[in-house]
């Protein structure tokens, strides 16, 4: 297993469009995670995944945004009718169903940016 | 609601020397759990030190060490003979045993190291 993996590592969109992004997690980790980080911000949590079930989302994520997780393995995060305010690294994590001592595992995130 | 506070937004250390990077937090929550991620510039985010908040010790790896102060809700992190491998952002991050689905980041501190 080579770690968390994302896709794309760029996405230059024009503002109105549709993206997704895709995080497939290490394969043993049945929780995921997806942050976004703005420029000179640390991450902020978007929502998280316990198997296929999203157990919890921040009022971050508009109407506008969706993730689905489906069969518990690989997630996708959709943002409709981009806007400009939604340029940021989306990061995605995952991690055992361990104790909370256990930090996460990151991919390397999707930078989005809306032009 | 909790929050990290990292008041350094950059720190620079002479090749083999030590460096302490700052983070304080506000919670109300008796248990929780503190880390420090790096993120190199490639941006993967990776776990350099954790630290649970029952336990008085300070935690350390190798050359990275903490030292935290329950009381005074601080939790700085130590580079010893700093390398320059160890050039990146450094975030502080709370996890809370009530809040655990969540990483609570501050907003990094920039780490230069200079040959």
């Known amino acids: 297993d080579t770690g968390v993996s994302q896709n794309p590592r760029h996405k230059i969109t024009k503002r109105g469009q549709n993206v997704t992004f895709r995080c497939d997690p290490i394969s043993e980790h049945n929780r995921l995670y997806w942050y976004r980080q703005t420029l000179g911000q640390g991450p902020e949590f978007l929502t998280y995944?316990?198997?296929?079930?999203?157990?919890?989302k921040s009022r971050l994520l508009s109407d506008r945004f969706s993730a689905e997780r489906p069969k518990g393995s690989f997630s996708t995060l959709e943002i409709q009718r981009t806007e400009q305010g939604d340029s940021a690294m989306y990061l995605c994590?995952?991690?055992?169903?361990?104790?909370?001592?256990?930090?996460?595992?990151f991919g390397s995130g999707t930078r989005l940016t809306v032009v | 609601a909790q929050t990290v506070t990292q008041s350094q937004p950059e720190m620079s250390v002479q090749e083999a020397e030590t460096v302490t990077l700052s983070c304080t937090y506000d919670?109300?929550?008796?248990?929780?759990?503190l880390f420090w991620y790096k993120q190199p510039p490639s941006r993967q985010m990776i776990l350099v030190i954790r630290q649970e908040a029952y336990k008085q010790q300070n935690a350390t790896e190798n050359r990275f060490s903490v030292n935290f102060q329950k009381a005074a809700k601080s939790f700085s992190l130590k580079i010893s003979d700093s390398q320059l491998g160890d050039a990146a952002m450094y975030f502080c991050?709370?996890?809370?045993?009530?809040?655990?689905?969540?990483?609570?980041f501050g907003t990094g501190t920039s780490l230069t190291v200079i040959p």
């Open positions: 991050a709370y996890r809370g045993v009530n809040t655990g689905n969540q990483f609570y």
């Open positions: 995944f316990q198997n296929e079930a999203q157990l919890e």
């Open positions: 919670t109300s929550e008796s248990d929780y759990y």
């Open positions: 994590a995952s991690s055992p169903q361990m104790g909370l001592l256990y930090g996460y595992t």
